[in-house]
């Protein structure tokens, strides 16, 4: 994980795995790839314009 992660205090176990898996979504489907040509994998698929 990236440090933006690591800066929160989280108070159970349980919130930290929820935080973990909506980076691991966010950072997979929305941010963008060089190797998809600068696009999001949303983009890339054409799920968004």
Do not use: C, F, P
């Amino acid at each position: 994980m990236k440090s933006e992660m690591m800066n929160v205090h989280y108070d159970t176990k349980e919130s930290l795995i929820h935080a973990m898996k909506a980076w691991i979504k966010d950072y997979n489907e929305n941010r963008i790839k060089e190797k998809l040509g600068y696009q999001s994998l949303n983009q890339y698929l054409g799920l968004i314009s």
